[in-house]
């Protein structure tokens, strides 16, 4: 066995020791820290174990232990695209635990949380290291389970039951596809290790089954529309750094099971895979910011957000299928790079307003923007690092999140040389589809930190806010500086994908490194390239020099008086902009398509004393074409086979006999 | 290297002096089609200096950001409107940034300016923060597109690869240009709140968009927020000018005559630009705001086409 494996796992183990360790002292007043400060060392362990491998570069290496099925054993491996995400998760273990160790101090029920934080990273670390589909599904449904018990940690809530109830459901349907996908690729010889599934290539017909159930299975975890239904309910539902790690870590996991199983175990993919991807992508990213840009429960908006971002990902891995599937293994590397740039981002800044969103709530108790505001006043550094989060995943220069788009449309601009014309059409709606997101990203984090950072304080939680402890303030700003070095050094992190992307397509992108001034530049100079540590500098330069200026010439004199409020005395807060009102222009053009969205306004009579009433509806539309008509099938189906619980003893055995009948028919007609 | 480092500086300096001209220019010319005798092609400059010396007012709870705002607009426009070649191509820093990132530098600038218009928590700032992103959400999809069919015309995005190649004979009349050219001044027009979309010379609520978020600004703030408002119009008539009038464009490290010449076509294009945004904004009238989606989602297909028939035939 590998010692780096052993050391890998051991990781999982430890924290499954700290599971059972919390569940016995969770009451105890130093739990909190015992077991952040514990999970905290372990993460950190580990990744600096997978980082070292994934530098390093030393190839690949697996383990056996005795444990699950008798005839199998449960198979680890590590390799580039595992320790990558080894890293992605223990990063994002690692800063959790730090922002725990402050933020779990105000949980009111920590015997509901404690326990099944650690068994919530130990099973997305196994997840990682799974080399057969038994370790695999097995890991994936601890890691459902756990996330779920975390969801389900405030229960009295009505509102986190129902999310708890769609999540479970929801998550055994993923888990059921990825049976039936592994199924499919363990073919009827039953190998269900994967190093037996690569070299089995699966016909045309199961292989485009197969992507269709991971679709299913690992898209459902991401959240991937239409099947993103609970994912807005059950990532805010859970305490706040949780949810930072279901928004920014497990659905990276799920992202690991797609590219594991369609880039690595299904062999070489068919062009149209790349097109069912790609247009998925799109759609999920343009309908995930709608639905962002039109709520104003913090938490569910940086959920929906988290569901745009995962439309971004999946159509960079579309079109590096695509690209793979064509034989064009440089152009792929960089929709592959891009992706995975991407997922490295995401992780960072969701986490980062995640956390942001845990401070204001542990500071005013509220998560609803209409009654926040001002709070830059009370929480400076928060709303700092907070605003750092909003420019990056806005996707504005210098910071990570454009880096990483960037690159998304620089391999959308290679695809003109793809020969199939499905994806010649598919390929430019979908760029454009990824422009409109980003446009809309930078709308709804406007809304989002102007609504709950800036104007005037709408209830009187906020003006007796308090800055937020030390670690949970550390946490956020470990992650605003990864945020800036990320977007300011692409170069090094692209390099670093290199041993990730080269076995899996093929190719790796040009040494970035080497380049002068550290530009990056995915193709060739005069075609393109970027420098994020210069457009920072220059910038940096720029507004030092006008301020400067400003301050060696102009006028000092500054007054400060009541903002000119047209003549109105004394304006009250609840005058100004609210998140709906904000997001009334945006709704009024795209709310007609994507919420089948109706404005009615009521105007009572001349004369009438009744205020005029403005009346919004909208639709989730996604829920109404497909899970109303299920659960309404459901429903009625159950309905019907009510009655079959109060029969006679002889009917039950009728019954029994019939079916037996047609098993054992079916049985004696089966060729 | 020092020649080179030169140019770029003196280029720097050039857009920064030359966009307040610009924008007297206009204000005259729009006089003159109206019979006024208009302001002073000077105007522009005397009133940055007037904002300058005037104290800053600033409301009671406006916070750090409001103040560091302006120079964050400032210095992204700045550097963004540098990195446009106007009279040369293939300067020093050109490479740091492709037409994509110049897009999102544009970007950053008005984030943080809907940022600040919600800072005080007036309901103008809100407004015009609401539209201001509206507006956007459909414009910078149609410029990114815009930017895709260039780009694939050019076999880059590199600003200076793009010149160099519309300024070649193989570049040819494209129908998929055309409809680039018109998206993009669609976008132009939008971005810079000109007349249709949005009127800079007006404080009426209805209609207000740019001047509403930045009504709260004063003194030396304003004229920074001004200056880059300046320097954005010129931004977008250089990139006009040098995409789709590439010629005259010295190609770096040519000397001083093709230097010369480069500065007089430059000059020369930005008089036809302004005198034809001057003659468009007279002849058209504003549109109601909820009118602005129609005008930008055709600016969003245009481009949305142009790019799809790059795609589906490489000859179009």
Redesign the interface.
């Known amino acids: 066995m590998n010692s780096t494996v052993a050391l890998l796992l051991c990781g999982p183990a430890a924290f499954l020791a700290t599971t059972i360790m919390a569940a016995g002292a969770s009451r105890l007043a130093a739990a909190t820290r015992l077991v952040y400060g514990a999970t905290l060392v372990i993460s950190a362990v580990l990744l600096a174990t997978a980082a070292g491998h994934l530098a390093g570069n030393p190839g690949e290496a697996s383990a056996t232990l005795p444990l699950g099925l008798p005839w199998t054993g449960a198979r680890f491996r590590l390799d580039g695209l595992s320790a990558f995400f080894l890293v992605v998760v223990n990063l994002g273990g690692t800063i959790t635990s730090l922002y725990g160790l402050g933020y779990g101090r105000h949980e009111s029920l920590p015997h509901r949380v404690l326990p099944f934080y650690p068994a919530f990273l130990a099973g997305m670390n196994l997840v990682v290291l799974a080399n057969d589909a038994f370790s695999f599904l097995l890991s994936w449904e601890f890691m459902s389970l756990a996330s779920w018990a975390l969801v389900m940690a405030h229960h009295r809530d009505e509102a986190n039951r129902r999310a708890g109830y769609i999540y479970l459901v929801m998550a055994s349907f993923g888990t059921m596809a990825l049976l039936l996908a592994f199924g499919l690729l363990a073919g009827p010889a039953g190998t269900y290790a994967f190093d037996a599934m690569r070299t089995a290539h699966p016909g045309p017909f199961a292989a485009g089954a197969v992507l269709v159930l991971m679709l299913l299975g690992a898209g459902s975890k991401a959240g991937l529309v239409p099947l993103h239904a609970w994912l807005p309910l059950a990532h805010p539902a859970a305490p706040s750094h949780v949810s930072a790690l279901m928004s920014g870590i497990m659905t990276k996991v799920a992202i690991y099971g797609f590219v594991r199983v369609v880039f690595d175990l299904l062999g070489e993919p068919a062009w149209w895979s790349g097109v069912a991807v790609l247009l998925i992508g799109g759609v999920t990213a343009v309908l995930g910011i709608l639905h962002a840009l039109m709520e104003k429960d913090l938490k569910r908006l940086l959920a929906y957000s988290t569901i745009e971002n995962i439309g971004v990902i999946f159509a960079s891995l579309g079109l590096a299928l695509a690209f793979k599937a064509n034989g064009m293994p440089s152009a792929a590397a960089l929709a592959f790079t891009a992706a995975l740039f991407h997922v490295l981002n995401h992780s960072f800044f969701k986490s980062l307003l995640f956390f942001g969103a845990g401070a204001v709530l542990t500071a005013t108790g509220e998560r609803d923007m209409e009654k926040l505001?001002?709070l830059?006043?009370r929480l400076p550094v928060t709303s700092f690092v907070f605003?750092i989060g909003c420019?990056s995943i806005?996707?504005?220069?210098p910071f990570n999140g454009?880096a990483s788009e960037?690159l998304v449309?620089?391999a959308?601009?290679r695809?003109?040389e793809l020969p199939q014309?499905g994806l010649?059409?598919i390929?430019?709606?979908v760029?454009?589809m990824l422009?409109?997101s980003?446009?809309?990203a930078?709308?709804c984090?406007?809304?989002a930190?102007?609504?709950t950072f800036?104007?005037?304080a709408r209830s009187a939680a906020v003006e007796r806010a308090h800055e937020v402890d030390r670690w949970s303030l550390a946490a956020m700003a470990v992650l605003a500086a990864f945020c800036l070095l990320a977007g300011i050094l692409p170069g090094f992190v692209i390099d670093s994908l290199s041993t990730v992307t080269l076995p899996l397509v093929g190719e790796r992108m040009p040494v970035q490194m080497a380049q002068p001034?550290l530009?990056i530049v995915p193709i060739a100079?005069?075609?393109?390239?970027?420098?994020g540590l210069?457009?920072f500098v220059?910038?940096?330069i720029?507004?030092s020099l006008?301020?400067f200026f400003?301050h060696r010439?102009?006028?000092h004199?500054?007054?400060?008086?009541?903002?000119?409020?047209c003549g109105f005395p004394d304006?009250v807060?609840a005058?100004?902009?609210t998140a709906v009102?904000?997001?009334?222009?945006?709704r009024?053009?795209f709310g007609g398509f994507a919420f089948r969205s109706r404005e009615t306004v009521d105007m009572p009579a001349p004369g009438a004393l009744e205020p005029a009433r403005l009346k919004v509806e909208m639709h989730d539309v996604a829920w109404e074409i497909f899970y109303q008509p299920i659960t309404g099938a459901i429903d009625f189906a159950t309905e019907r086979l009510n009655h079959l619980q109060f029969l006679t003893i002889r009917r039950y055995l009728t019954l029994v006999f019939l079916y037996l009948v047609i098993l054992l028919l079916v049985l004696a007609l089966w060729p | 290297m020092i020649s080179q480092l030169a140019v770029q500086g003196a280029q720097m300096l050039a857009v920064l002096l030359l966009a307040p001209l610009l924008i007297g220019f206009v204000r005259k010319v729009k006089a003159r089609l109206v019979r006024r005798q208009g302001p002073s092609l000077i105007q522009p400059y005397r009133d940055l200096v007037r904002l300058m010396r005037k104290e800053v007012v600033l409301a009671d709870n406006a916070s750090w950001l409001f103040r560091v705002t302006p120079y964050l607009i400032f210095a992204a426009t700045w550097v963004a409107a540098a990195l446009v070649p106007t009279f040369a191509t293939g300067l020093e820093f050109s490479w740091t940034a492709d037409l994509i990132v110049i897009v999102a530098l544009l970007g950053s600038a008005r984030f943080f300016q809907a940022l600040a218009g919600m800072d005080v928590g007036t309901s103008f700032g809100g407004l015009g923060a609401s539209r201001e992103v509206m507006i956007a959400s459909l414009a910078e999809p149609a410029m990114l597109l815009t930017v895709f069919s260039l780009a694939l015309l050019a076999g880059a995005t590199q600003l200076s690869t793009v010149a160099a190649f519309m300024g070649s004979p193989q570049v040819g009349l494209r129908v998929s240009l055309g409809m680039s050219l018109i998206a993009l001044v669609m976008v132009a027009i939008a971005e810079n709140a000109r007349i249709p979309v949005d009127n800079p010379a007006t404080h009426l609520e209805l209609t207000m968009v740019h001047e509403a978020m930045i009504l709260e600004y004063s003194g030396r703030h304003l004229a920074m927020i001004e200056l880059a408002t300046f320097l954005k119009l010129l931004l977008y008539m250089s990139l006009i000018s040098c995409v789709f009038l590439p010629w005259g464009l010295d190609s770096g490290g040519t000397g001083p005559k093709s230097l010369a010449i480069g500065v007089a076509t430059y000059l020369c294009k930005l008089t036809v630009l302004a005198i034809l945004l001057a003659v468009f904004e007279t002849a058209v009238a504003k549109m109601r705001v909820f009118r602005v989606p129609d005008f930008l989602g055709a600016a969003l297909m245009l481009a949305l086409l142009g790019t799809l028939l790059l795609f589906v035939s490489r000859s179009l």
Do not use: C, M
Request: proline share 6%.
């Open positions: 505001g001002g830059i006043h605003l420019v806005s996707a504005l220069p454009f960037w449309f620089q959308i601009l695809s003109p014309w010649k059409v390929v430019p709606a760029g454009g422009a409109l980003a446009a809309l930078a709308a984090f406007v809304k930190f102007g609504i800036l104007g005037r001034w530009s100079e005069s075609r393109s390239s970027y420098n210069l457009v220059f910038i940096t720029s507004a006008a301020a400003i010439f102009a006028s004199a500054l007054r400060r008086d009541i903002a000119w409020g304006a807060p005058g100004q902009y009102s904000f997001a009334q222009p945006i009024r053009v």
